[in-house]
């Protein structure tokens, strides 16, 4: 009975998501998360979870996780100290930055300090030109002599980045060999391109630091939980989600936190591709609501978007990631009154501990979990299929605290921190599909997370979205998504020139090296050859822009007229992006990319049995957008049925989630036990 396990770390819940292929079942739990400790989660929840179903330990064959403990540690400045060894000229690169804003129209918001304080930066004579020719030797000298101060400044790890070494490492390798040899053992040394080695040098370094920080952070975590795991008695071999959407072994991870800054809400995204490519629907609006956050992506052609430049925690992350928008509105959001004596919504939350304060755990604050109880949306019994108890007094009293001193009822005050919540997932909406030129009545939206379904009727509505979809796990959708991520790794390799016929033979070059690379990683990964996956991609833009499109590039042998159709590819790229193109304008060659990836086979969904639909379970008084109460039907989700209809108003309740159909919508039950939403349309 081999267990596939995929866990994803919220800062509220952890899920679990296992997949016992000879029994042909899948196993689903769901427990609060322990946000000092986040592997006591995970090693409990595997305790439990194989407990309540009589499995051993020993059963546990593959491990996939998500985290975000990185990401946290980052916003929280839980970090390692670092020092950062640059090129003479350097030093103040990380603090100027880009002349931009956070915020255009916010004058008081700064960028947030840097990482490295001033003293814990460092020059030394290095100087290699564009062009690869040495204008100045390495100082080997004036390294050992930062040694004492490095050791004196009590540092856990130094970052080497010296400029152009994107292309030109040499220098940061031996400096990285200097420092490693004389600095003590417990002292991480790193070079910026061994961290991803792309050219633009702000990015470049800031991606370095931010990985340096969080080394000691994640080696910890990653090592207390391979440990936690041997201990419960399994072998298993833990694989961590990447930001791209991808796994890497525990080793890499520890080596390049930084890839799995997000990787939670990345797996996710893997999910609905999955259940996208089953069901037809090529366009998606992903929307998944956690405790904590509204994560937000899009999906073309079943496909999901990735950037290449991200932000974490304030900080550029130049580094391959699913296009993911984030958004401090959750199922444990805070409201609060403003100095100016408005309403607002996030986007602090009250996370797991204390909680919403009607989970009684200490928790006074009115949260959108309190709003959604007392208007009758959620149980006021229990969640968590009766594990977790729900004392609606308290959701009353804590939001009745905000009426009274809004001079509002307490009814009315709950029915607005819904409707504010809501407006800060339609702007994380709008951003991923109109500000971007595309409909979005044209795209189904996809709901998931523990508050997904619950949002997901208003905000489709007031994008003009009239398909709402909600998976069969929607509270676990990001566990489950781990399941369907392989072994991945990016390669790059940066060329900056004219796309001229002259390019072909660099680009050659350039997949030459890369698949080698490639090769070599796989290799260590113990990943056979016939599992071997290779995705090209070439970036280019038009001589004097600041930022590429990325097109494919075939895996075959360039053709003769390659480099031309590359060319044509782009006018056309950019005319779909932008609006318009320049085809008499020069088009430079930036970047060749491959992302390696191992094939992997997944499990067909399984038809529902057939059965008898489902009958309400009882009645109970909801207010959705009006707010007089009116009788909202009560099913158990898995007494549901294919091919079922169920007219709104009703409640689909289920042990990860709570589903609201609105009075005049109708929900359908797919063959797989999908539920499909569809939204009355509305009367001008």
Known sequence: ???????????????????????????????????????????????ELLALHDLPFSAVESLFHGTTVGTNALIQRRIGKVALVTSEGFRDLIEIGRQTRPKVYDIHQDFPAPLVPRDCRFEVPARVRANGTVVTPLDEDRLLELVPVLIDRKVDCVVVAFLHSFAYPEHERRAVDVLRAALPAGVHVIASASVYPEFREYERFNTAVLNGALLTVMDRYIGELISGVKALGTVARPLISQSSGGLMSAHMAKELPIRASLSGPAAGVSAVVHWAREMGYRDVITLDIGGTSSDVAMIREYEATEVSLQDVGGFPVRMPAVDVTAVGAGGGTIAWIDKDGLLKVGPHSAGAYPGPACYDLGGVAATTTDANVLLGRLSNEALLGGRMPIKPEMARQAVARLAQELGLETMDTALGILKLAGGTMVKALRKVSIERGHDPSGFALFAFGGAGPLFATDVAREIGISTVVVPLNPGLMCAEGLHYCALTNDFVGTYLGELAESAGQAIAGLRDALATEAAAWFSSEGVPADQWSYDWR?????RGQNFELSLPLSEDKLASNAINELRQGFHVAHERSYGFSMPGEVVELVSVKLKARQKIETARPTDLPERQFGRPIGVRKVVFDQIEPVDAAIYERADLAKGQRIPGPAIIDQQDATTLIYPGDEAFVDRWGNIIIKLRREVA
């Open 1 to 47: 009975m081999p267990l596939k396990v995929g866990v994803d770390v919220g800062g509220t819940f952890t899920d679990f998501f296992v997949i016992d292929e000879e029994a042909g079942r899948t196993i689903r739990y769901k427990r609060p998360s322990t946000p000092a400790q986040p592997q006591e989660a995970i090693l409990n929840g595997l305790k």
């Open 538 to 542: 070439v970036e280019l833009r038009y």
